[in-house]
């Protein structure tokens, strides 16, 4: 949750009525917003990664169940 915090923390620069002074200021901000939306984006695909992970092993070991039953018939 540290990420989404400061991602809500980094957004709220970007409302009305907040100014950055200076062009280098915004930039920075603006990098910083996307280095945080990329890293939870990471987050979730490395997430998704581990459910298709387990769902490819519970798929395999059900077909070996399956087979095993047919065999025995």
Do not use: K, M, S
């Given at each position: 949750m540290k990420l989404e915090e400061e991602l809500k923390k980094v957004e709220a620069m970007f409302s009305e009525g907040t100014g950055f002074g200076e062009?280098?200021?915004?930039r920075n901000t603006e990098l910083r917003l996307q280095t945080l939306q990329s890293k939870l984006q990471l987050k979730a695909l490395r997430q998704l990664n581990v459910i298709t992970w387990v769902l490819a092993i519970a798929t395999v070991v059900n077909a070996i169940l399956v087979s095993i039953q047919i065999l025995k018939q």
């Open positions: 062009p280098d200021a915004r």
